[in-house]
């Protein structure tokens, strides 16, 4: 490893990358609303050289290097001349491929949804110093992922937090309550992980994170790691800790879902995943079997819950959790194969979601519905955002040859690979793999609920007057699905090799598996079909109004897509379970929050005023402290 770093221009990288847009976005905060336009072109400006910036960090074959923060503002910067060793060593850097991966798609999703803000802050009117918010949080983000000391990451990420709070532009009750979860939830996630890295410091003396690997053999050790881990996980949005994000994002404006739950969260949350599991602690058998079972059990639940929705956002954020558990599955299974897996699912999650959330965006704007009962048959008015949609919708369903199949396929490899292993985990394979392939086949279910309530089906009069989005406002979505498209015809031939081989070494296929000979054997059979279709059946169809014992019914028949769905939920072995939803027993927020109200309800009641009750409390407390010190 070169720990020299000389080279300022990787500081000049580092310094348009994550500092421009930190230092833009404070500016911004100043600068009134009503130039919103002058914020938003300015934005997009500082966003491009990030970008740049973060391309040309990614382009750097000298990795990994150590840098500090301070460097980056110069050598004869007087803060980095004269502070002292012990001091400037808080500011450290660690930049390797994994976080180069990172950055350069933070700066993607950033410039991209700064694009479709320019349009959409026009219309709604609802965005509040977001474009501020969003270099606040580009830069936060990437220098996150390249800080070494933990100190400093935990700075940048607790500050990611305030800005994911402020983002959702809390207007009304609905959108307060979902931001106050938030903040809480990962407010508390983010205490947690400082205990857990004071623990390393007491364990190791170090907190420089590129430094340890520390084996998780002792009850302090397994507290750091679960410590961190947490953290991880309600960025992320695992199970049990993701009951914010379904809130947040039926809450939220589009941009923000689809710039923070659906891309930047995902990416931040599965990177320290990644980091904690195979590189700061050596994991045992045990870690990996719990990890596991939270992974295929954030897939089931998730999806079950995304079945029986009936708002489009919250049915799209279920699913922004349910897509965790693949990734942090293969992040579990430990092998280079299931790694890469879950890296390439991280990449290609962040790519669909943040799609299907813009196309939410798009769908709201022009009709002002959010239920998929009230919508229908746009795909004729709306017809780029019906194409992206349809792309995102078949990606985040693992349908080939599209970028989402490729990555499951790659977690199931790693799943059935990871079965030859002697451990309990590795035993239990196929239970990881049929619950992975069935909350696939699920999704897919789902998502034909999603386009045809959306899309198809007979529209309604109230939706006649609906029409496309402006180009600012499609142009990132078919970017996004043509993305979607190319990472999964070209994936075992560039993508893995270029983007994930540098991260996790060599990654080596079980049998044969050729991304580009798949699809063009899909396409040749889809040329075929169509073919056949118009050679044999065009002249046999037939249209007709709907025959109603006489009366025609054209207006009032018609198929609700939720209808079939509310079998589900009231299938005699899922109902309870539903049930028990509907009333918060899984939310970990209203467990907890329902468990402080009542502590605090009994001191209450305690505390009733009476002087001798008082004196009473007064001296137990007292006599508790004095045990306490004694122990």
């Not at 720990?3 to 404070?26: R, V, Y």
């Not at 410091?201 to 302090?220: A, F, K, N, Q, V």
């Not at 990890?291 to 279920?318: C, D, F, R, S």
């Not at 009709?367 to 995102?392: C, H, I, N, W, Y």
Request: net charge neutral; proline share 3%; glycine share 8%.
């Amino acid at each position: 490893m070169n720990t020299d770093f000389a080279d300022s221009g990787i500081n000049l990288f580092i310094l348009m990358a994550g500092l421009l847009p930190l230092a833009a976005g404070l500016l911004f905060l100043f600068i009134p609303d009503r130039f919103r336009l002058f914020k938003g072109i300015f934005s997009l400006l500082i966003a491009t050289i990030s970008l740049c910036g973060a391309g040309l960090l990614f382009r750097n074959t000298n990795l990994p290097l150590n840098s500090n923060l301070l460097d980056c503002l110069g050598q004869d910067h007087p803060e980095t001349g004269n502070m002292p060793g012990n001091a400037k060593s808080f500011f450290s850097l660690y930049i390797d491929n994994l976080a180069v991966l990172v950055m350069l798609f933070i700066s993607i999703f950033t410039f991209l949804i700064l694009i479709y803000t320019l349009a959409y802050a026009h219309k709604r009117k609802r965005l509040p110093q977001f474009f501020s918010l969003v270099l606040l949080t580009s830069g936060s983000s990437m220098l996150a992922v390249l800080s070494d000391n933990m100190i400093l990451f935990i700075a940048f990420w607790g500050f990611l937090g305030l800005t994911l709070y402020k983002i959702i532009s809390p207007d009304d009750e609905a959108s307060s309550a979902a931001a106050k979860k938030t903040l809480i939830l990962i407010g508390a996630s983010d205490g947690i992980m400082i205990m857990g890295m004071a623990i390393i410091w007491h364990i190791s003396g170090r907190i420089d994170m590129s430094l340890m690997e520390l084996p998780t053999d002792s009850t302090l050790s397994i507290t750091a790691f679960v410590c961190l881990a947490i953290g991880a996980f309600t960025k992320a949005g695992a199970f049990p800790f993701h009951s914010w994000i379904p809130d947040y994002t039926e809450a939220a404006p589009a941009p923000a879902s689809a710039y923070l739950p659906a891309s930047l969260d995902k990416l931040l949350g599965i990177y320290f995943l990644a980091r904690i599991c195979n590189e700061i602690f050596v994991l045992n058998d045990w870690l990996r079997l719990i990890i596991l079972i939270l992974g295929v059990t954030t897939i089931i639940i998730a999806v079950m819950m995304a079945l029986i929705q009936h708002n489009y956002k919250k049915l799209l954020g279920y699913h922004a959790v349910s897509q965790v558990g693949y990734m942090v599955t293969g992040i579990g299974l430990g092998s280079v194969l299931g790694i890469a897996g879950g890296l390439f699912h991280m990449v290609n999650h962040a790519l669909y979601k943040s799609g299907l959330f813009l196309v939410a965006g798009s769908i709201k704007t022009q009709t002002d519905q959010d239920k998929l009962e009230k919508l229908g048959g746009l795909s004729r008015q709306m017809p780029l955002t019906f194409f992206a949609a349809l792309v995102f919708a078949l990606s985040i369903s693992g349908v080939p040859p599209l970028n989402g199949f490729a990555s499951k396929w790659m977690i199931y490899q790693g799943i059935v690979d990871f079965g030859h292993g002697e451990s309990l985990a590795s035993q239990l394979w196929i239970v990881w793999l049929a619950l992975a392939v069935i909350g696939s086949a699920l999704t897919l279910a789902s998502f034909i609920k999603f386009i045809s309530g959306v899309f198809l089906g007979r529209q309604k009069q109230e939706l006649k007057k609906a029409r496309e989005v402006s180009w600012l406002m499609w142009m990132p979505q078919i970017i996004l699905a043509i993305i979607c498209i190319g990472f999964g015809v070209f994936a075992s031939g560039w993508v893995i090799p270029k983007l994930f081989s540098p991260v996790v070494g060599e990654v080596k296929f079980i049998g044969f598996w050729n991304s580009s000979l798949i699809s063009l054997l899909i396409l040749i059979s889809l040329i075929l079909g169509i073919l056949t279709y118009l050679i044999f059946s065009v002249s046999r169809f037939r249209a007709d109004d709907i025959f109603l014992g006489g009366e025609t019914g054209k207006e009032e028949a018609g198929f609700s897509s939720t209808e079939f769905y509310e079998t589900i939920r009231n299938f005699e072995l899922l109902k309870p379970v539903y049930r028990a939803a509907e009333k918060k027993w899984f939310d970990i927020y209203d467990l907890s929050k329902g468990f402080v109200l009542k502590i605090s309800h009994l001191f209450s009641a305690a505390h009733n005023g009476i002087l001798s009750n008082l004196a009473f409390w007064v001296l137990a407390g007292l006599i508790f402290m004095f045990i306490f010190l004694l122990l």
